[in-house]
Structure formats: structure tokens, C-alpha cells
């Protein structure tokens, strides 16, 4: 497995910003379709998004897209999770994934072998 680093989690007002960023560890990202889930307070972890191992395919949960960019640098074993327009019902913990690139990426945890500790995002209306 891989490890997963994730960080840019913070506080933000409603309509603004936040990049997280998921660096690997031990194995080079360009081995694995990664991607991000997220788990609000008392709610089921959900999926956000997914990114194919070459970047070439990406998958936008109905409630982000058009507000937020997956986008990946093999070179340098991070993805990017870009987040504009948040709203307070973005407000949960975020973490990044990682599955094994022979694989289809899919929408659901058990997809993935591999999870970040997670970063908390918290948008204030």
C-alpha cells in the first residue's frame, strides 16, 4: 500500500476558496487512480471525485461539479483537489485515495486500498 498525506484543509467563508493537495509515500503516484471522499458530521463517507492514473479520465460527484478540479503531478506524487464556490454543505472532513491503476476507478470506498488521515474543511456561511 501506499501512504497518503493530505493537507490545505481550513476554515473559509461561503463563495471562497481551498486547495487541498495529497502527497504519496513509498510508491510513485503514476501507480494508482487516486481520488477523494469526504464525511460530514454524523453523515456517511462520500464520494467527491476520482482521477485516472494517467489524468487522462476524471469524475465529478452531482453536488461539486463545476465547482471543483481534480488534477494530478506524477512528477512530483500529488494530486490537487482545487475547491471554488464552497458552500456550507461542503463542510466535512476530507480525505484523499489511492487504487490500484489495473483497476477501474469507481464511487465507491471499497475501490480504494488506500486512505489519507484525512483534513478538515470547514466553510461559514
Known amino acids: 500500500q501506499v501512504q497518503l498525506v493530505e493537507s490545505g484543509g481550513g476554515s473559509v467563508q461561503a463563495g471562497g476558496s481551498l486547495r487541498l493537495s495529497c502527497a504519496t509515500s513509498?510508491?510513485?503516484?503514476?501507480?494508482?487512480?487516486m481520488g477523494w471522499f469526504r464525511q460530514a458530521p454524523g453523515k456517511e463517507r462520500e464520494f467527491v471525485t476520482w482521477?485516472?492514473?494517467?489524468?487522462?479520465?476524471?469524475r465529478y460527484a452531482d453536488s461539486v461539479k463545476g465547482r471543483f478540479t481534480i488534477s494530478r503531478d506524477n512528477a512530483e506524487n500529488t494530486v490537487y483537489l482545487q475547491m471554488n464556490s464552497l458552500k456550507p454543505e461542503d463542510t466535512a472532513v476530507y480525505y484523499c485515495?489511492?487504487?490500484?491503476?489495473?483497476?477501474?476507478?469507481?464511487?465507491?470506498?471499497?475501490?480504494?486500498?488506500?486512505w489519507g488521515q484525512g483534513t478538515q474543511v470547514t466553510v461559514s456561511s
Open positions: 513509498g510508491r510513485a503516484a503514476s501507480m494508482y487512480n
Open positions: 485515495v489511492a487504487g490500484r491503476r489495473t483497476l477501474l476507478p469507481g464511487q465507491t470506498p471499497r475501490s480504494y486500498d488506500s
Open positions: 482521477i485516472t492514473w494517467n489524468g487522462g479520465s476524471t
